[in-house]
């Protein structure tokens, strides 16, 4: 549960941004839109290799 504390006169806008803050670090959403499809552990395997030689890739570039 997420407790946000609010100092008096503080505005709600100000506090539903620290909120959604709070939200969006705890990976709830995150988590939730990788249930909503099963991937197959070999589908999900080969994304994080794609996506490891690209980021070498990138790093190759830059030193370049």
Sequence with gaps: MIIIP???GEH?????KK???KFEKTG???E???RQAFKKPS????E???RA???QHLQQEEML
Excluded: M, P, Q, W
């Design 53 to 55: 030689i690209y980021k």
């Design 19 to 21: 909120f959604k803050r």
């Design 28 to 30: 709830v959403i995150k």
């Design 43 to 46: 589908v999900r395997f080969r």
């Design 12 to 16: 709600i806008d100000k506090a539903l």
């Design 6 to 8: 609010i100092k008096e």
């Design 48 to 50: 994080t290799k794609i």
């Design 32 to 34: 939730l839109r990788e």
